[in-house]
């Protein structure tokens, strides 16, 4: 399972951007997805979760501002963010739990995006 970030850009203190993470690949079934970022000298922090079940988690620092979202069609994951702040910046990297069943066995693991960079400018 491949995931692959994209979305992310240069903008100005109180705009928006729509980060999107699509999955491709074998995938028996793709549980929790999950945004995290890293900001330069920062160790990389859980911004958003979405489950199978459309259950949701925010950081305290982005609540009210970003909204996870996720088709199940698609494959696809997104991230609304809104009022972006200088604090926002970051390379943002899309994370999920991926099951892979086949007749000889059964494998979950963690798959990661390559990151897309989110620059917010004063």
């Known amino acids: 399972v491949q995931l692959q970030a994209s979305g992310g850009g240069l903008v100005q203190v109180g705009g928006s951007l729509t980060l999107s993470c699509a999955a491709s690949?074998?995938?028996?079934?793709?549980?929790?997805m999950n945004w995290y970022r890293e900001a330069p000298g920062k160790q990389r922090e859980l911004v958003a979760s979405?489950?199978?079940?459309?259950?949701?988690n925010y950081a305290d620092s982005v609540k009210g501002r970003f909204t996870i979202s996720r088709d199940s069609v698609k494959n696809t994951m997104y991230l609304q963010m809104t009022n972006l702040k200088p604090e926002d910046t970051a390379v943002y990297y899309c994370?999920?739990?991926?099951?892979?069943?086949?007749?000889?066995?059964?494998?979950?693991?963690?798959?990661w995006g390559q990151g897309t960079q989110v620059t917010v400018s004063s």
């Open positions: 979405i489950t199978s079940d459309r259950i949701t």
């Open positions: 994370n999920a739990d991926v099951v892979v069943i086949t007749p000889e066995s059964t494998e979950a693991f963690y798959a």
């Open positions: 690949g074998r995938a028996s079934s793709i549980r929790a």
